[in-house]
């Protein structure tokens, strides 16, 4: 025989109340990038950040705000936006879309990125039916301009290739070519420097060549976090370097 354990009619109407709460937790999601993301130098980037709007949406019951580490980059609370605690460093340049609050969106926009707004950002969304936060790593990455090169020609028989390159950032990685398949990085001189302000990347890089032999140089320059590649082919004919092509 099994017993039966009988439970009072209020503690069952909690316990549905609790599953009730749980369920409804649960099923408010926000969703940010799972991998970051990566804001051009300069330019607006909009942090995404969406969530679940469900039957109906209030505007009046809705929060959201944006922090980075304990700085706040921009709140919104009894249907406006709420500036007065805002960072001093993200102001005028933060922005809700408004009209697309009631599709979930409570994606930022941040305008004029720098270096300096590299960072944790957490995105966090109050509603009538749920509320969580979540976070997410922005980079700053600057693509690197077109390459200049100089040449010059020593008294000793040798030619020397210089591409310089500025304003980029993460540093980049280069690399120098013979022909297309032998590869002379590793006796190449290059340089990078920092700028103490902008903290952005100049490249200089140079490769010492004999005269005397018709060659085929190839430079590469990489900005991984972009996706960016400069790749630019140097034609030395008779010893000299003639209307080399970038």
């Keep these: 025989m099994v017993d039966t354990v009988k439970v009072p009619a209020s503690l069952f109407s909690l316990l549905l109340l609790l599953l009730s709460g749980v369920s409804s937790y649960t099923e408010f999601e926000i969703t940010v990038?799972?991998?970051?993301?990566?804001?051009?130098?300069?330019?607006?980037?909009?942090?995404?950040?969406?969530?679940?709007?469900?039957?109906?949406?209030?505007?009046?019951?809705?929060?959201?705000?944006?922090?980075?580490?304990?700085?706040?980059?921009?709140?919104?609370y009894h249907s406006r936006d709420q500036?007065?605690?805002q960072s001093?460093?993200?102001?005028?340049?933060?922005?809700?879309?408004?009209?697309?609050?009631?599709?979930?969106?409570?994606?930022?926009?941040?305008?004029?990125?720098?270096?300096?707004?590299?960072?944790?950002y957490t995105c966090?969304?109050?509603?009538?039916?749920g509320s969580q936060k979540k976070s997410f790593r922005l980079?700053?990455?600057?693509?690197?301009?077109e390459p200049h090169l100089h040449i010059s020609l020593l008294h000793n028989g040798?030619?020397?290739?210089?591409?310089?390159s500025q304003g980029g950032y993460p540093s980049p990685s280069l690399q120098w070519l013979i022909g297309n398949t032998?590869?002379?990085?590793?006796?190449?001189?290059?340089?990078?420097?920092?700028?103490?302000?902008?903290?952005?990347?100049?490249?200089n890089s140079k490769l010492?060549?004999?005269?005397?032999?018709?060659s085929s140089i190839t430079f590469i320059l990489k900005n991984e976090d972009l996706g960016q590649e400069i790749r630019r082919n140097i034609d030395l004919f008779s010893g000299e370097p003639q209307n080399p092509r970038l």
């Design 33 to 76: 990038p799972s991998a970051g993301q990566v804001g051009v130098y300069g330019r607006a980037v909009v942090l995404s950040c969406s969530f679940p709007v469900g039957g109906s949406w209030d505007e009046g019951s809705t929060v959201i705000t944006w922090q980075r580490n304990l700085e706040v980059v921009h709140s919104f």
């Design 83 to 85: 500036l007065d605690r």
């Design 88 to 120: 001093s460093h993200y102001a005028d340049r933060t922005s809700l879309y408004h009209e697309e609050m009631s599709k979930g969106n409570a994606s930022l926009r941040l305008e004029r990125v720098t270096l300096k707004d590299e960072g944790v």
């Design 124 to 129: 966090s969304v109050s509603t009538q039916i």
């Design 139 to 145: 980079k700053v990455a600057a693509f690197f301009p």
């Design 158 to 164: 040798q030619v020397d290739l210089l591409l310089t």
């Design 182 to 203: 032998e590869d002379v990085t590793e006796v190449t001189q290059t340089q990078l420097e920092q700028d103490e302000n902008t903290k952005l990347y100049s490249v």
């Design 208 to 214: 010492n060549l004999t005269r005397g032999t018709n």
